[in-house]
């Protein structure tokens, strides 16, 4: 018997019928463990609820396979030992963010808050914008999210640069940022967030931007230095569009909440009504393939 953990009962119901021989549980990572938790072999994490592997491990010391429901892998803490294989649910949620992105973007070149801010004052003030015809997009992050947001704004007639670690055919190589950057007017950041990426957009990265530029965050807060962009937000040189910050959940009083030329969300780009099926579908084909031994699918290598 092949047992499998999920976060919850709702996660029981929408995995549906699973392959005979396997058991499935439900923990939420509570003090209550059910039995057989120590029999697990395929566990599915509660989403953002960070976790420690070798804690896990204890818990768990049958475990095999870590399946996330959330494209980046920064909630799991601690190396991966051998026999362990941790995979992500990259795919799953490309489109949506994809489609905030992309709003955020159309939002800020329309003038959409300005126009909103007219609206809820009763006053007609027309005002001239721009579209996205011609502007070079440098999104940084070249995996599924990254390609889905390129594939939108082309069909606005904007010309995506994507960039990831390395170079290949289509992608520039993040060492030629220094030479992209400038000649952005919009950058979107599509990449995990890792021990490399971490605090990578800063000052010297933001001063290299042109004037006006737009910055939109849809990866992860801690990718960007928070004060640095609130220098720059706030000087009016640049303007934003933010569904991840440092710290979140973002605390009242933060200068964040009143600064000027930016759109901000609560880490809302993936919450959508079929973000749960659409996960658990992933966990049921992803189970069905370790129940037969054909390979997985999304399984994190290297640097996390």
Known sequence: MIVACVPDQNAVGLLGSVPDGVDVLAWDLGDSKPDGLERTEFWVPPVEHPFDVQEMLHVMPALKVIQLTSAGVDDVKGDLPDGLTLCDARGVHGSAV???????????????????????????????????????????????????????????????????????????????????LPEADMVVLTLPL?????????????????????????????????????????????????????PEPLPAGHPLWDAPHLILTPHAAGNIAQSGPRALALVHDQLRRYCEGTPLINVVHGDY
């Open 98 to 180: 994809a489609e905030l992105a992309v709003l955020m973007i159309l939002a800020l070149q329309r003038r959409l808050p300005d126009f909103l801010a007219s609206q809820s004052r009763g006053v007609w003030q027309p005002a001239q914008s721009d579209d996205l015809r011609g502007k070079r997009v440098v999104i940084i992050g070249a995996g599924d999210l990254g390609e889905q947001t390129a594939r939108r704004l082309r069909s606005f007639d904007a010309v995506p640069v994507l960039v990831a670690a390395s170079a290949r055919d289509g992608v520039h190589a993040i060492t030629e940022l220094p030479d992209l």
């Open 194 to 246: 890792t021990r490399r990426t971490e605090g990578m957009v800063d000052a010297a990265f933001l001063a290299q931007l042109a004037d006006g530029a737009v910055l939109i965050n849809v990866s992860r807060g801690k990718i960007v230095d928070t004060q640095a962009l609130l220098a720059e937000l706030q000087s009016g040189r640049l303007r934003a569009g933010l569904d991840v910050v440092e």
